[in-house]
Protein backbone atom coordinates (compact mmCIF):
# COMPACT_ATOMS: atom_id res chain seq x y z
CA UNK A 1 0.00 0.00 0.00
CA UNK A 2 1.33 3.54 -0.74
CA UNK A 3 0.98 5.29 2.40
CA UNK A 4 -1.68 8.54 1.74
CA UNK A 5 0.16 11.48 1.34
CA UNK A 6 -1.46 13.97 4.38
CA UNK A 7 -0.66 16.81 3.11
CA UNK A 8 -1.74 19.79 1.10
CA UNK A 9 0.17 18.38 -2.03
CA UNK A 10 -0.81 15.19 -2.46
CA UNK A 11 2.20 14.05 -4.95
CA UNK A 12 4.68 14.23 -2.02
CA UNK A 13 5.26 10.17 -1.29
CA UNK A 14 7.13 8.83 1.76
CA UNK A 15 10.34 7.04 0.16
CA UNK A 16 9.67 4.28 2.13
CA UNK A 17 9.41 0.75 0.50
CA UNK A 18 6.00 1.10 -1.18
CA UNK A 19 6.69 4.70 -2.14
CA UNK A 20 9.90 3.61 -4.31
CA UNK A 21 7.58 0.95 -5.56
CA UNK A 22 4.89 3.51 -6.41
CA UNK A 23 7.94 5.15 -8.33
CA UNK A 24 9.72 3.15 -10.27
CA UNK A 25 6.24 1.67 -11.94
CA UNK A 26 5.63 5.44 -12.77
CA UNK A 27 8.74 5.61 -14.52
CA UNK A 28 8.34 2.62 -16.16
CA UNK A 29 5.14 3.96 -17.71
CA UNK A 30 7.01 7.05 -19.25
CA UNK A 31 6.12 9.14 -16.01
CA UNK A 32 8.03 11.85 -14.22
CA UNK A 33 9.11 11.42 -10.38
CA UNK A 34 10.70 13.76 -8.13
CA UNK A 35 13.80 12.72 -5.98
CA UNK A 36 16.42 13.66 -3.63
CA UNK A 37 19.98 13.70 -4.39
CA UNK A 38 22.86 14.97 -2.50
CA UNK A 39 22.53 18.70 -4.18
CA UNK A 40 19.54 19.15 -5.12
CA UNK A 41 15.89 17.61 -6.21
CA UNK A 42 15.79 15.98 -9.58
CA UNK A 43 13.42 15.68 -12.24
CA UNK A 44 13.32 12.04 -13.11
CA UNK A 45 12.41 10.12 -16.37
CA UNK A 46 13.93 7.01 -17.73
CA UNK A 47 16.32 7.99 -19.63
CA UNK A 48 16.09 5.56 -22.48
CA UNK A 49 12.23 6.89 -23.43
CA UNK A 50 12.71 9.79 -25.44
CA UNK A 51 9.03 11.06 -24.78
CA UNK A 52 9.60 10.89 -21.04
CA UNK A 53 12.39 12.66 -21.27
CA UNK A 54 10.90 15.01 -23.96
CA UNK A 55 8.05 15.39 -20.85
CA UNK A 56 10.69 17.03 -19.02
CA UNK A 57 11.17 19.77 -21.10
CA UNK A 58 7.68 20.82 -21.19
CA UNK A 59 6.99 20.43 -17.31
CA UNK A 60 9.99 23.15 -16.65
CA UNK A 61 8.61 25.17 -19.25
CA UNK A 62 12.13 25.36 -20.91
CA UNK A 63 12.31 27.53 -23.85
CA UNK A 64 15.54 25.60 -25.72
CA UNK A 65 16.81 22.00 -25.17
CA UNK A 66 19.48 21.52 -22.59
CA UNK A 67 21.13 18.61 -22.73
CA UNK A 68 20.41 17.09 -19.41
CA UNK A 69 22.36 14.87 -17.32
CA UNK A 70 21.50 10.80 -16.86
CA UNK A 71 21.68 9.11 -13.48
CA UNK A 72 23.26 5.47 -12.55
CA UNK A 73 23.33 3.31 -9.29
CA UNK A 74 27.11 2.53 -10.30
CA UNK A 75 30.04 3.22 -12.59
CA UNK A 76 29.31 0.03 -14.62
CA UNK A 77 25.98 0.96 -15.41
CA UNK A 78 27.51 4.40 -16.72
CA UNK A 79 30.33 2.56 -18.71
CA UNK A 80 27.53 0.32 -20.74
CA UNK A 81 26.59 4.67 -22.37
CA UNK A 82 29.90 6.46 -22.27
CA UNK A 83 33.38 5.99 -22.85
CA UNK A 84 35.43 6.42 -19.74
CA UNK A 85 38.85 7.30 -20.59
CA UNK A 86 41.84 7.53 -17.49
CA UNK A 87 41.41 10.54 -15.84
CA UNK A 88 37.58 10.12 -16.13
CA UNK A 89 38.00 6.66 -13.98
CA UNK A 90 40.07 8.28 -11.79
CA UNK A 91 37.72 11.11 -10.87
CA UNK A 92 34.97 8.28 -10.74
CA UNK A 93 36.40 6.74 -8.15
CA UNK A 94 37.49 9.87 -6.19
CA UNK A 95 34.17 11.22 -5.67
CA UNK A 96 31.72 8.87 -6.95
CA UNK A 97 28.90 8.55 -5.61
CA UNK A 98 28.64 12.21 -5.19
CA UNK A 99 28.59 16.19 -6.71
CA UNK A 100 30.64 14.94 -9.32
CA UNK A 101 29.19 15.20 -13.39
CA UNK A 102 31.54 13.70 -15.72
CA UNK A 103 30.54 14.86 -19.80
CA UNK A 104 32.11 11.91 -21.77
CA UNK A 105 31.74 10.40 -25.62
CA UNK A 106 28.53 8.39 -26.00
CA UNK A 107 29.36 4.62 -27.00
CA UNK A 108 28.28 3.70 -29.85
CA UNK A 109 25.39 1.57 -29.12
CA UNK A 110 24.02 3.79 -25.76
CA UNK A 111 20.38 3.40 -25.01
CA UNK A 112 20.22 6.77 -23.93
CA UNK A 113 17.54 8.57 -25.69
CA UNK A 114 19.05 11.37 -28.15
CA UNK A 115 17.26 14.16 -26.41
CA UNK A 116 19.23 14.01 -23.31
CA UNK A 117 22.66 15.09 -25.19
CA UNK A 118 20.44 17.62 -27.46
CA UNK A 119 22.23 16.04 -30.17
CA UNK A 120 25.95 16.06 -29.26
CA UNK A 121 27.82 13.20 -29.61
CA UNK A 122 28.47 13.48 -25.60
CA UNK A 123 26.56 12.77 -22.56
CA UNK A 124 26.61 13.95 -18.96
CA UNK A 125 26.98 11.09 -16.32
CA UNK A 126 26.41 11.04 -12.79
CA UNK A 127 26.40 8.54 -9.77
CA UNK A 128 24.84 10.26 -6.94
CA UNK A 129 25.35 10.02 -3.53
CA UNK A 130 22.30 10.25 -1.90
CA UNK A 131 20.81 6.93 -0.49
CA UNK A 132 16.97 7.61 -1.83
CA UNK A 133 18.52 8.25 -5.25
CA UNK A 134 20.58 4.94 -5.35
CA UNK A 135 17.52 2.99 -4.44
CA UNK A 136 15.45 4.44 -6.82
CA UNK A 137 18.20 3.59 -9.52
CA UNK A 138 18.97 0.45 -7.83
CA UNK A 139 14.92 -0.80 -8.15
CA UNK A 140 13.84 0.44 -11.55
CA UNK A 141 16.56 -0.66 -13.27
CA UNK A 142 16.63 2.80 -15.05
CA UNK A 143 19.13 5.14 -15.90
CA UNK A 144 17.38 8.56 -15.17
CA UNK A 145 17.75 11.70 -16.80
CA UNK A 146 16.98 14.14 -14.25
CA UNK A 147 17.46 18.40 -13.96
CA UNK A 148 16.77 20.13 -11.05
CA UNK A 149 13.24 19.98 -10.19
CA UNK A 150 12.12 23.47 -10.60
CA UNK A 151 10.44 25.57 -13.16
CA UNK A 152 12.84 27.25 -15.68
CA UNK A 153 14.16 30.05 -14.21
CA UNK A 154 13.22 29.62 -10.91
CA UNK A 155 15.83 28.94 -8.35
CA UNK A 156 16.42 24.90 -7.39
CA UNK A 157 14.71 22.79 -5.08
CA UNK A 158 16.13 21.89 -1.71
CA UNK A 159 12.97 20.67 -0.24
CA UNK A 160 10.12 18.19 -1.59
CA UNK A 161 7.69 21.26 -0.93
CA UNK A 162 9.84 23.36 -3.17
CA UNK A 163 8.95 20.94 -6.13
CA UNK A 164 5.55 20.60 -5.30
CA UNK A 165 5.03 24.26 -5.26
CA UNK A 166 7.45 25.12 -8.36
CA UNK A 167 5.81 22.22 -10.59
CA UNK A 168 2.24 21.23 -8.90
CA UNK A 169 0.68 18.44 -11.07
CA UNK A 170 2.93 18.13 -13.84
CA UNK A 171 5.45 15.85 -11.51
CA UNK A 172 3.54 12.57 -10.97
CA UNK A 173 5.30 11.57 -7.69
CA UNK A 174 7.70 13.51 -5.59
CA UNK A 175 9.85 11.53 -3.28
CA UNK A 176 10.43 13.30 0.26
CA UNK A 177 14.13 13.00 1.26
CA UNK A 178 12.94 14.76 4.55
CA UNK A 179 15.52 16.38 6.64
CA UNK A 180 18.15 14.70 5.24
CA UNK A 181 18.20 15.65 1.34
CA UNK A 182 20.33 18.24 -0.29
CA UNK A 183 23.10 18.95 2.20
CA UNK A 184 25.09 20.27 -1.00
CA UNK A 185 22.16 22.61 -1.85
CA UNK A 186 24.21 23.43 -4.92
CA UNK A 187 23.94 21.69 -8.50
CA UNK A 188 26.90 18.97 -9.05
CA UNK A 189 30.15 19.89 -10.80
CA UNK A 190 30.49 20.00 -14.39
CA UNK A 191 33.46 18.94 -16.22
CA UNK A 192 33.64 17.60 -19.95
CA UNK A 193 36.20 15.70 -20.24
CA UNK A 194 35.82 14.85 -24.51
CA UNK A 195 39.00 16.60 -25.19
CA UNK A 196 42.18 16.69 -24.92
CA UNK A 197 42.49 19.03 -21.66
CA UNK A 198 38.96 18.87 -19.32
CA UNK A 199 37.23 21.85 -18.71
CA UNK A 200 35.65 22.75 -16.49
CA UNK A 201 31.90 23.52 -17.25
CA UNK A 202 29.65 24.26 -14.11
CA UNK A 203 31.41 24.86 -10.65
CA UNK A 204 29.71 23.00 -7.40
CA UNK A 205 30.93 21.48 -4.47
CA UNK A 206 33.74 19.69 -5.80
CA UNK A 207 36.54 22.64 -6.27
CA UNK A 208 38.97 23.07 -9.17
CA UNK A 209 41.80 22.12 -6.69
CA UNK A 210 40.13 18.75 -5.50
CA UNK A 211 40.13 17.52 -8.80
CA UNK A 212 43.31 18.85 -10.14
CA UNK A 213 44.93 16.66 -7.10
CA UNK A 214 43.36 13.87 -8.97
CA UNK A 215 44.60 14.63 -13.16
CA UNK A 216 46.49 17.46 -12.95
CA UNK A 217 45.71 20.74 -14.70
CA UNK A 218 42.09 21.71 -16.11
CA UNK A 219 40.85 24.44 -17.55
CA UNK A 220 37.50 26.72 -16.98
CA UNK A 221 34.95 26.43 -19.50
CA UNK A 222 34.47 29.99 -21.81
CA UNK A 223 31.20 30.65 -20.22
CA UNK A 224 32.84 30.65 -16.70
CA UNK A 225 35.95 32.37 -18.17
CA UNK A 226 33.89 35.34 -19.74
CA UNK A 227 31.87 35.73 -16.35
CA UNK A 228 35.02 36.04 -14.23
CA UNK A 229 36.46 38.83 -16.86
CA UNK A 230 32.94 40.38 -16.34
CA UNK A 231 32.98 40.50 -12.79
CA UNK A 232 36.89 41.00 -12.25
CA UNK A 233 36.47 44.76 -12.26
CA UNK A 234 39.69 45.33 -9.86
CA UNK A 235 38.93 42.97 -7.38
CA UNK A 236 40.16 39.31 -7.19
CA UNK A 237 37.98 36.97 -8.75
CA UNK A 238 38.03 33.81 -7.88
CA UNK A 239 35.97 30.68 -9.14
CA UNK A 240 34.30 30.74 -5.60
CA UNK A 241 32.73 34.29 -5.83
CA UNK A 242 31.37 33.12 -9.47
CA UNK A 243 27.32 31.80 -8.88
CA UNK A 244 27.72 28.02 -8.29
CA UNK A 245 24.29 27.67 -9.61
CA UNK A 246 24.33 29.79 -12.71
CA UNK A 247 23.00 27.88 -15.93
CA UNK A 248 25.96 28.02 -18.38
CA UNK A 249 25.46 30.86 -20.90
CA UNK A 250 23.01 29.34 -23.38
CA UNK A 251 24.50 26.36 -23.53
CA UNK A 252 23.17 26.38 -27.13
CA UNK A 253 25.20 28.48 -28.62
CA UNK A 254 28.55 26.47 -27.62
CA UNK A 255 30.35 25.67 -30.25
CA UNK A 256 30.41 21.97 -29.81
CA UNK A 257 26.43 22.26 -30.37
CA UNK A 258 25.08 20.20 -32.36
CA UNK A 259 23.99 21.15 -36.07
CA UNK A 260 23.27 18.89 -39.31
CA UNK A 261 25.89 19.35 -42.41
CA UNK A 262 22.94 20.18 -44.55
CA UNK A 263 21.47 23.30 -44.71
CA UNK A 264 18.05 23.26 -42.74
CA UNK A 265 15.06 25.60 -44.80
CA UNK A 266 12.66 26.23 -42.02
CA UNK A 267 8.87 26.76 -42.46
CA UNK A 268 9.21 24.97 -45.67
CA UNK A 269 5.50 24.91 -47.69
CA UNK A 270 6.81 22.80 -50.57
CA UNK A 271 9.55 20.50 -50.93
CA UNK A 272 12.17 19.55 -53.87
CA UNK A 273 12.98 16.51 -55.18
CA UNK A 274 17.05 16.63 -54.05
CA UNK A 275 15.88 18.08 -50.41
CA UNK A 276 14.99 16.01 -47.64
CA UNK A 277 11.55 16.84 -45.74
CA UNK A 278 11.18 17.08 -42.21
CA UNK A 279 7.59 16.91 -41.68
CA UNK A 280 5.05 17.68 -39.23
CA UNK A 281 1.72 17.12 -38.95
CA UNK A 282 -0.84 14.88 -41.27
CA UNK A 283 -0.04 16.47 -44.30
CA UNK A 284 3.20 15.80 -44.99
CA UNK A 285 4.52 17.82 -48.25
CA UNK A 286 5.11 15.55 -51.02
CA UNK A 287 7.90 15.76 -53.74
CA UNK A 288 10.91 14.44 -51.90
CA UNK A 289 12.67 10.94 -52.02
CA UNK A 290 13.30 11.35 -48.13
CA UNK A 291 11.14 11.83 -45.79
CA UNK A 292 10.51 12.05 -41.81
CA UNK A 293 7.71 12.88 -39.80
CA UNK A 294 8.22 14.39 -36.56
CA UNK A 295 5.02 13.27 -35.57
CA UNK A 296 1.89 12.80 -37.86
CA UNK A 297 -0.63 13.51 -35.20
CA UNK A 298 0.54 17.01 -35.07
CA UNK A 299 1.89 15.99 -30.75
CA UNK A 300 4.63 18.12 -29.96
CA UNK A 301 5.64 15.88 -27.30
CA UNK A 302 6.24 13.26 -29.70
CA UNK A 303 8.13 15.87 -31.86
CA UNK A 304 10.62 16.93 -29.09
CA UNK A 305 11.17 13.41 -29.01
CA UNK A 306 12.08 12.63 -32.72
CA UNK A 307 13.83 15.88 -33.40
CA UNK A 308 17.27 14.68 -32.68
CA UNK A 309 17.31 11.42 -34.32
CA UNK A 310 15.76 12.64 -37.47
CA UNK A 311 18.00 15.36 -37.92
CA UNK A 312 20.71 13.00 -37.67
CA UNK A 313 19.08 10.65 -39.71
CA UNK A 314 18.20 13.08 -42.64
CA UNK A 315 21.71 14.39 -42.03
CA UNK A 316 23.12 11.57 -43.16
CA UNK A 317 21.16 10.15 -46.66
CA UNK A 318 23.12 10.68 -49.67
CA UNK A 319 22.48 12.92 -52.20
CA UNK A 320 20.42 15.23 -50.75
CA UNK A 321 21.38 19.25 -50.77
CA UNK A 322 19.04 20.62 -47.88
CA UNK A 323 16.40 19.82 -45.54
CA UNK A 324 13.47 21.26 -45.43
CA UNK A 325 11.55 21.88 -42.36
CA UNK A 326 7.64 21.58 -42.30
CA UNK A 327 6.42 24.81 -40.15
CA UNK A 328 5.98 23.88 -36.35
CA UNK A 329 3.64 25.41 -33.98
CA UNK A 330 5.88 28.46 -31.48
CA UNK A 331 4.01 26.91 -28.79
CA UNK A 332 4.85 24.95 -25.42
CA UNK A 333 7.27 22.59 -26.54
CA UNK A 334 7.05 23.95 -30.51
CA UNK A 335 9.19 27.03 -28.55
CA UNK A 336 11.89 24.86 -27.55
CA UNK A 337 11.87 22.80 -30.58
CA UNK A 338 12.02 25.89 -33.27
CA UNK A 339 14.65 27.10 -31.01
CA UNK A 340 16.82 24.52 -31.70
CA UNK A 341 15.92 24.51 -35.54
CA UNK A 342 16.65 28.03 -36.11
CA UNK A 343 20.25 27.60 -34.53
CA UNK A 344 20.71 24.36 -36.60
CA UNK A 345 19.70 26.65 -39.99
CA UNK A 346 21.92 29.82 -38.79
CA UNK A 347 24.20 30.74 -41.30
CA UNK A 348 27.65 28.88 -40.02
O1 LIG B 1 23.28 18.35 -9.12
C1 LIG B 1 22.90 18.21 -10.28
O2 LIG B 1 23.66 18.10 -11.22
C2 LIG B 1 21.38 18.13 -10.51
C3 LIG B 1 20.89 16.86 -9.82
C4 LIG B 1 19.45 16.61 -10.04
O3 LIG B 1 21.67 15.77 -10.22
N1 LIG B 1 21.06 18.16 -11.91
C5 LIG B 1 21.24 19.28 -12.66
O4 LIG B 1 20.89 19.12 -13.99
O5 LIG B 1 21.67 20.33 -12.23
P1 LIG B 1 20.67 20.34 -15.02
O6 LIG B 1 20.03 19.76 -16.23
O7 LIG B 1 19.94 21.45 -14.36
O8 LIG B 1 22.11 20.79 -15.41
C6 LIG B 1 22.85 20.09 -16.39
C7 LIG B 1 24.13 20.84 -16.73
C8 LIG B 1 23.82 22.01 -17.62
O9 LIG B 1 24.66 23.08 -17.30
C9 LIG B 1 24.13 21.43 -18.99
O10 LIG B 1 24.38 22.38 -19.94
C10 LIG B 1 25.32 20.53 -18.68
O11 LIG B 1 25.03 19.99 -17.41
N2 LIG B 1 25.40 19.40 -19.63
C11 LIG B 1 24.63 18.30 -19.66
N3 LIG B 1 24.97 17.50 -20.70
C12 LIG B 1 26.00 18.09 -21.31
C13 LIG B 1 26.80 17.77 -22.45
N4 LIG B 1 26.60 16.66 -23.17
N5 LIG B 1 27.76 18.64 -22.81
C14 LIG B 1 27.97 19.78 -22.10
N6 LIG B 1 27.25 20.14 -21.01
C15 LIG B 1 26.29 19.32 -20.63
MG1 LIG C 1 18.89 23.77 -13.04
Redesign the pocket.
Known sequence: MVSAPKNRYPNIFDANQAGLEHACNLLRSGKLVAFP?E????LGANATNAKACASIYEAKGRPSF????V?FPDITEAEKRVSFNAKAQKLAHAFWPG?L?L?LPRTENCDIAELC?AG?P???V?V?GHPIAHALLQQSGLPLA???ANASGKISPTKSEHVAYSLGGKVSCILDGKDKACTVGL??T?I?LTGEVPVL??PGNITREEIEDVIGSIQLGKSLMERKAESSSGDETTEDTLQPSD??KS?GLLKSHYAPTLPLRLNAVDVAADEALLAFGNKPLTGSGYCLNLSEKGDLLEAAANLFAALHALDQKPNVRGIAVMPIPDTGLGLAINDRLKRAAAPR
Open positions: TTVYGNPLIHPTVSLSLARPAPSESVDLRPLP
